[in-house]
Structure formats: structure tokens, C-alpha cells
Antibody, heavy 122, light 107 residues
Framework: QVQLQESGPGLVKPSQTLSLACAVSGDSVRTGGYYFNWIRQHPGKGLEWIGY???????YYNPSLSSRATMSMDTSSNQVSLRLTSVTAADTAVYYC??????????????WGQGTPVTVSS | AIQLTQSPFSLSASVGDRVTISCRASQGISSAVAWYQQKPGKAPKLLMY???TLESGVPSRFSGSGSGTDFTLTISSLQPEDFATYYCQQFNSYPFTFGQGTRLEIK
């Protein structure tokens, strides 16, 4: 059973860079057909898709983040990472690492990490 | 970006009730819709994908339907563990988007 575990600093100052990691266990990030996504949830609000990365592919980001997001994959440690630059209070949220599987209309987010809360404050 | 509008925003119901949650897309999205259940302090959980395919392990009282712009999630007989917030989400085109959520509360 695949498990995803996010980790992060908890508190970040405005204008700094947020770095989050997601440790994947129970399967390899190199397994074909799996995309690893980051999704965030602002306090008391809905869900916002940030983007995805997959093995040997190019990441894709939500244009709403204005090129501030960068995702990477470390196959040696079986981890994926998210960096978000120039953070503001609007980036305060719980960040989820999520596995996507399937193709076409059959795609779905089938495994979610427990989420890591991030607060942007001076 | 494709907008998903859920209705109602919140819903009060009793154990044993049949409830239906709607999700309307701002443009046609075939059947590329998934539904998730989220309980307070927890990550969302996948219930349904391809609009009507039940995820493994999800009780059969959950069902989904729809294609194009209009989708529904139905719970045939509410159980105490079903009181939660439900989200629809589209995979038709990037960026992926979610509905605003429907909060299902105990009457």
C-alpha cells in the first residue's frame, strides 16, 4: 500500500522560499503511469491544485502561481519536492502530496498524504 | 480554467436519508470527474472517478452519474460516518479544478 508523507518548516516569513518534501513508501516514484501532485487547502477553504511531476517527464504547474512553483523528484530517496518562492500570507495553507493514476477520464487522485500545514508570517 | 459549481453549499440530513449533491461544470468535461470525501483535520478520500466508477473499498451506497456539464453524487442511505464535506474535481483539462465543497451535516 503506497503511503505519502509530507514534511516542511511549518512557518515561513513573507518573501522567503517555502520548501516541502514528500516521502513515498510502498512503491517507487519511477513506476510508470503515476504522477505526483501537490494540492493545497487554505484555512477553512476548498482545494487548489498546484501542479504535478512524473518520472522522466516535465513538471506542469497551475498558471495561477505565476511561475513561483518548482517541483523535483529524487529517485534515490524516493521523494518529490515542492519549492514556492516569494511567499505571502495568501500561501498559508495545508499542503498535500497526492498520487495520481489512470489515464483520460479514468484519472484520479487515489492516495493522499496527511498534509503539512504552512503559515506565512513575520 | 474550468469552474465547478456544487450545490447545495451545505445540507442537513438524517441517518437513513437519501441525499444528492450536484456539480456543474462551466464547459463540457466528458466524464472526467472524481468525487472526494473530507472529514475535519483529514486529507480528502477518493470515492468515485470517471463520474460513476466506485473506488475500491468504498461502500456501494455511494453512486455517481453524469456527463458533459452536470454531475451528481448520491448516497442512498446515510450512515453516521458519511457526515463530511464532499468535493467534485475535473480531470478534463489543466489546470485541474475542484468544486467549492458541500458540507453534509447531521439534522
Amino acid at each position: 500500500q503506497v503511503q505519502l508523507q509530507e514534511s516542511g518548516p511549518g512557518l515561513v516569513k513573507p518573501s522567503q522560499t517555502l520548501s516541502l518534501a514528500c516521502a513515498v513508501s510502498g512503491d517507487s516514484v519511477r513506476t510508470g503511469g503515476y504522477y505526483f501532485n501537490w494540492i493545497r487547502q487554505h484555512p477553512g477553504k476548498g482545494l487548489e491544485w498546484i501542479g504535478y511531476i512524473y518520472y522522466l517527464g516535465s513538471p506542469y504547474y497551475n498558471p495561477s502561481l505565476s511561475s513561483r512553483a518548482t517541483m523535483s523528484m529524487d529517485t534515490s530517496s524516493n521523494q518529490v519536492s515542492l519549492r514556492l518562492t516569494s511567499v505571502t500570507a495568501a500561501d498559508t495553507a495545508v499542503y498535500y502530496c497526492v498520487r495520481e493514476r489512470g489515464y483520460g477520464n479514468y484519472r484520479r487522485f487515489d492516495h493522499w498524504g496527511q498534509g503539512t500545514p504552512v503559515t506565512v508570517s513575520s | 480554467a474550468i469552474q465547478l459549481t456544487q450545490s447545495p453549499f451545505s445540507l442537513s440530513a438524517s441517518v437513513g436519508d437519501r441525499v444528492t449533491i450536484s456539480c456543474r461544470a462551466s464547459q463540457g468535461i466528458s466524464s472526467a470527474v472524481a468525487w472526494y470525501q473530507q472529514k475535519p483535520g483529514k486529507a480528502p478520500k477518493l470515492l468515485m472517478y470517471d463520474a460513476s466508477t466506485l473506488e475500491s473499498g468504498v461502500p456501494s451506497r455511494f453512486s455517481g452519474s453524469g456527463s458533459g456539464t452536470d454531475f451528481t453524487l448520491t448516497i442512498s442511505s446515510l450512515q453516521p460516518e458519511d457526515f463530511a464535506t464532499y468535493y467534485c474535481q475535473q480531470f478534463n483539462s489543466y489546470p485541474f479544478t475542484f468544486g467549492q465543497g458541500t458540507r453534509l451535516e447531521i439534522k
